[in-house]
């Protein structure tokens, strides 16, 4: 019988956490940085490739680690570019990632974690329950692995999972992705996605330069609460106190995610609060349009209810966007494509 040894990845590590494996395979202090070298800027696959190393540095390291990269399992196509990828993770679950290219802009949306705890009503993801968090190297190799990886100008975390339930690994990626010694992106470049925890923000706003938004999609306490059931532990109101707080000096940006249903929160009353809870706040709104998923009992509103809205919004001097939406013909509302895959396997 032979046993296979399972080897630990080094993609996804950050220079500290390489310097901790030069140091317990015997490697030289500085290999750490030539290590992160090959795995961040020269894209290897194979630790072989690391070629100023010698022979005998690389026989140590392959010893017990190895790159750790996985090319997606498939891929689908929208005819508006929009490209939605299904990598398998945590040995066997599904999450996915969607390519957006847009004028001079290719924009790649990663998940922090299979499946979702949060459970709001609206998203098939949150229908899928929680199966777990993401490492690091399965955040990032979503970006390194994609096909259009050198084509990429911004990056939003807003694919499955909350990606402040997985702080530290989130942390981590933004790290190796805006250091010097990894990707050297600049945070202006990134948007974290949250439904909003209280301590997460905090900590994210002070361990990160990357942007915020927060998934609002109602004003009223209520009405929010049917949507996200986040809100009855972690209230708006908290969450907007925090941001209030904070000195999102330079080119750093809070935005806020409104997905606008038909008939549900598109009333010129919640125009009216939105206003009123947002004052004092330098920040805009992202309009996205309903995707209906199956079964739901939310509607789409047209384009023309949807403009009104965000015209509505802008003359009370909120800056309010309307967010395109994109992939719609190759099940891009997130969490469609897993949960799919998922079911085939359960039945396979
Ligand atoms: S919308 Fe985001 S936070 Fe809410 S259930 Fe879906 S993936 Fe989780």
Same mark, same amino acid.
């Given at each position: 019988m032979t046993v296979t040894m399972i080897k630990e990845r080094l993609?996804? +590590?950050t220079l500290n956490e390489l310097i901790a494996v030069a140091r317990r395979v015997k490697l030289p202090g500085f290999a750490a940085r030539q290590i992160a070298d090959w795995l961040y +800027? +020269? *894209? @290897? %696959? *194979? @630790?072989? *490739? &690391?070629?100023?190393? %010698?022979k005998q540095m690389r026989s140590l390291l392959s010893g017990e680690y190895e790159v750790g990269l996985s090319a997606p399992l498939n891929e689908s196509a929208s005819s508006d570019g929009t490209k939605k990828y299904l990598f398998k993770v945590l040995s066997d679950k599904y999450i996915e990632t969607a390519y957006i290219p847009d004028d001079d802009r290719a924009t790649i949306c990663v998940s922090?974690?299979?499946? /979702? +705890? &949060?459970? /709001? @009503?609206?998203c098939m993801t949150g229908r899928q329950g929680f199966q777990g968090n993401l490492s690091s190297n399965e955040i990032l190799n979503q970006l390194r692995s994609l096909p259009e990886f050198r084509k990429l100008t911004n990056m939003v975390f &807003? #694919? &499955? #999972? *909350?990606p402040l339930d997985n702080l530290a690994e989130l942390l981590k990626s933004l790290e190796i992705l805006t250091s010097e010694w990894g990707y050297a992106w600049s945070p202006t470049r990134i948007t974290v996605s949250t439904v909003g925890l209280k301590s997460a923000i905090s900590e994210f706003l002070e361990k990160s330069r990357c942007h915020l938004a927060v998934s609002l999609h109602s004003p009223f306490d209520e009405e929010r609460r049917k949507l996200m059931p986040i809100q009855r532990t972690n209230s708006v109101k908290e969450v907007l106190d925090i941001i209030r707080n904070f000195d999102f000096n330079g080119q750093r940006r809070v935005s806020f995610e409104y997905i606008l249903f038909k008939g549900m929160n598109d009333s010129p009353a919640h125009i009216k609060e939105l206003a009123r809870i947002l004052n004092g706040i330098k920040c805009r709104i992202n309009i996205i349009r309903f995707h209906r998923i199956p079964g739901s009992e939310f509607f789409s509103p047209d384009m023309e209810e949807t403009i009104r809205f965000k015209e509505a919004l802008n003359a009370k001097g909120i800056l309010t966007t309307i967010r395109a939406s994109r992939g719609e013909d190759i099940q891009a509302a997130c969490g469609l494509l897993s949960t799919l895959e998922q079911n085939r396997n359960n039945q396979g």
């Open positions: 993609y996804g +590590k +800027k +020269k *894209e @290897i %696959s *194979e @630790i072989d *490739e &690391m070629t100023n190393l %010698s922090t974690q299979a499946g /979702c +705890k &949060m459970g /709001c @009503i609206f &807003m #694919g &499955m #999972g *909350e």
